[in-house]
């Protein structure tokens, strides 16, 4: 089935530092999410991205998290700073539309992300 | 606000064994309910989906039916096998014609099927 691809699929960093997460989505999906999945806990929605701008975000989804896809490339997420709370798997999804069978979100393995 | 809520914690079971996790949700309108499962070391994939109520999803033996009258979409199989084991996610996502973009996802069920 389609795949959503990740890079990298681990990453170590230090507190204060910038770090960014890429996700190659589904060919001709339209609507790009990230998801934080902290230890044994729940997955939860950051935010979804369409057209270039962020339709929705979550109080998760705080002033030092930014995405954006230039030119139809990787679909970023950079954090900048980081912090230790921002230790987490961070899941990239993608889906053609947000009707119906359209709404069928994919899913990539994720970033494990340390921040030390 | 929207909320998705179900079983927590872990289910143990053994092989042949029925299945039953439960499911419900609050929000308005009608929903697009989903039921997402993920393997270990994986992220999610899609288990079933429905998008209008009373109508029931199935795949790979699993089954929920959305109940809009008790907000439930409950999952079950009749006999789970020992590659069933992974977490399940209950997860709904708000009408598009109100511009809720926004998907929901319950805390998630571990299940365990011993052989």
């Known amino acids: 089935g389609p795949k959503v691809l990740q890079i990298p699929s681990h990453q170590i960093i230090d507190m204060g530092q910038m770090v960014t997460l890429n996700c190659d989505p589904v060919?001709?999906?339209?609507?790009f999410y990230w998801y934080k999945q902290i230890l044994g806990q729940q997955m939860e929605f950051l935010v979804n991205?369409?057209?270039?701008?962020?339709?929705?975000k979550s109080k998760l989804f705080k002033d030092q998290f930014s995405v954006e896809r230039p030119d139809g490339s990787y679909f970023t997420l950079k954090i900048q700073p980081t912090a230790l709370e921002d230790s987490a798997v961070y899941f990239c999804a993608s889906s053609f539309g947000t009707g119906g069978l359209q709404d069928t979100q994919y899913f990539g393995p994720g970033t494990r992300l340390l921040v030390l | 606000g929207d909320s998705v809520i179900q079983m927590q914690g872990q289910v143990t079971l053994s092989e042949n064994d029925f299945l039953f996790i439960n499911c419900t949700y609050s929000?308005?309108?009608?929903?697009?309910l989903f039921w997402y499962v993920q393997y270990s070391g994986e992220g999610p994939q899609l288990l079933l989906q429905?998008?209008?109520?009373?109508n029931k999803g199935s795949s790979r033996g699993f089954e929920a039916t959305y109940d809009k009258g008790t907000t439930s979409f409950h999952l079950q199989k009749t006999s789970v096998q020992e590659i069933d084991s992974a977490v399940y996610y209950c997860?709904?996502?708000?009408?598009?014609?109100?511009?809720?973009?926004?998907?929901?996802f319950g805390k998630g069920t571990s299940l365990v099927v011993h052989p």
């Open positions: 929000t308005t309108g009608y929903p697009t």
């Open positions: 991205f369409y057209n270039g701008k962020v339709m929705e």
């Open positions: 060919s001709n999906h339209l609507y």
């Open positions: 429905v998008t209008t109520a009373n």
């Open positions: 997860a709904m996502r708000g009408p598009s014609s109100g511009g809720n973009y926004k998907p929901t």
